[in-house]
Structures are given as structure tokens and as C-alpha cells.
Nanobody, 122 residues
Framework: LQLQASGGGLVQSGGSLRLSCVVS????????IGWFRQAPGKERERVIC????????KYAGSVRGRFTISRDNAKNTFYLQMNNLQPEDTGIYYC????????????????WGQGTQVTVSS
């Protein structure tokens, strides 16, 4: 089981990025997915997650209204669309998969991507 994250980069405040996570070894349709981030000097936090059916999505309060999660089951890929990025969104973003539910915690996801750096300049 592997997850491969990509799409990070440097963007100005107010800009947008879309992160991708390509999954191999299991089907997105049967498991929950999530995105976490780790800012410099801080603990990793759950940014957004989604249940296997897509019926439940949970957001960190700081990203609600700006970030969305989506999936393309045919491509076994899920995405994090980030709009109106702010400097406090800077960090390493990790995709997480094969969860049994939309969990707030790292332990809820047995498989992780390698992380992609997002840097937002003011």
C-alpha cells in the first residue's frame, strides 16, 4: 500500500494550490482519507478528512471555507484544493489513507504519503 503526495510549492498570500495523493494497493472507495499538516515547530494536525462514501467531511476550523477535499475513484487519487492561502498555512502536508472513519488523529490512518511542502509568503 502506497500513497504519493505532490503539488506543494511556494505561493503568495491569497493564492491557491491543489495537492494530489495517488494511492496504490487499495481502493479509495472503501476507506476514509485525510490530509494533515505540520507547521514548523508544531505538532501535526488534521486539516480535513472524508469518510469512504464521501458523506462526511470534517474540517479544521482554520481552513473551513477555504480548503476542500475531493477524490477521483477511477484514478485512485484524492485532492486537497487550497484557496486564499495564508502564511499560517505554511507547512508540510501529508496525505493519509485506509482509515476506517474520518478520524482527527494520526492513528486513525495506517498509511501515509511522504509529505509535500507548502510555503505561503506574505
Amino acid at each position: 500500500l502506497q500513497l504519493q503526495a505532490s503539488g506543494g510549492g511556494l505561493v503568495q498570500s491569497g493564492g491557491s494550490l491543489r495537492l494530489s495523493c495517488v494511492v496504490s494497493g487499495f481502493s479509495l472507495e472503501i476507506r476514509a482519507i485525510g490530509w494533515f499538516r505540520q507547521a514548523p515547530g508544531k505538532e501535526r494536525e488534521r486539516v480535513i478528512c472524508q469518510s469512504s462514501t464521501g458523506g462526511l467531511t470534517k474540517y479544521a476550523g482554520s481552513v473551513r471555507g477555504r480548503f476542500t477535499i475531493s477524490r477521483d475513484n477511477a484514478k485512485n487519487t484524492f485532492y486537497l484544493q487550497m484557496n486564499n492561502l495564508q502564511p499560517e498555512d505554511t507547512g508540510i502536508y501529508y496525505c493519509a489513507g485506509h482509515g476506517y472513519s474520518c478520524s482527527d488523529y494520526e492513528r486513525g490512518y495506517p498509511h501515509w504519503g511522504q509529505g509535500t511542502q507548502v510555503t505561503v509568503s506574505s
